[in-house]
């Protein structure tokens, strides 16, 4: 059984700084394509960052270019999500995804079938 699970998510204070962890088991983590995605209420699901199973390739949504750094521990099967420099406008619940398909121009889309539960960022003015 595949399973992602989520954590790390809080209220800060904007200009603070959020690490979410995504914990992944039931499929061979080193060779998949993660990404995380964002959700504000009354909005639809938006790309954040992705990192592919080659080493070093990793993408950014332009909103958080600069601020959000993606990575992975392939030996402990986990993405990280590393925000800093927190906005009100990132307020959402984050999710990761296995399987992210990113283009050769950088445009990435989450793949439908691993999803995790989320987990709730809040940034406050």
């Known amino acids: 059984q595949v399973q992602l699970v989520e954590s790390g998510g809080g209220l800060v204070q904007a200009g603070g700084s959020l690490r979410l962890s995504c914990a992944v088991s039931g499929l061979d983590f080193s060779v998949y394509t993660m990404g995380w995605f964002r959700q504000a209420p009354g909005m639809e699901r938006e790309f954040v960052a992705a990192?592919?199973?080659?080493?070093?390739?990793?993408y950014y949504a332009d909103s958080v270019k600069g601020r959000f750094t993606i990575s992975r521990d392939n030996a402990k099967n986990t993405l990280y999500l590393q925000m800093n420099s927190l906005k009100p406008e990132d307020t959402a619940v984050y999710s990761c995804?296995?399987?992210?398909?990113?283009?050769?121009?950088?445009?990435?889309?989450?793949?439908?079938?691993?999803w995790g539960q989320g987990t709730q960022v809040t940034v406050s003015s």
């Open positions: 995804n296995a399987g992210t398909y990113c283009s050769d121009n950088g445009l990435c889309h989450g793949s439908p079938d691993y």
């Open positions: 990192v592919s199973w080659k080493p070093g390739l990793t």
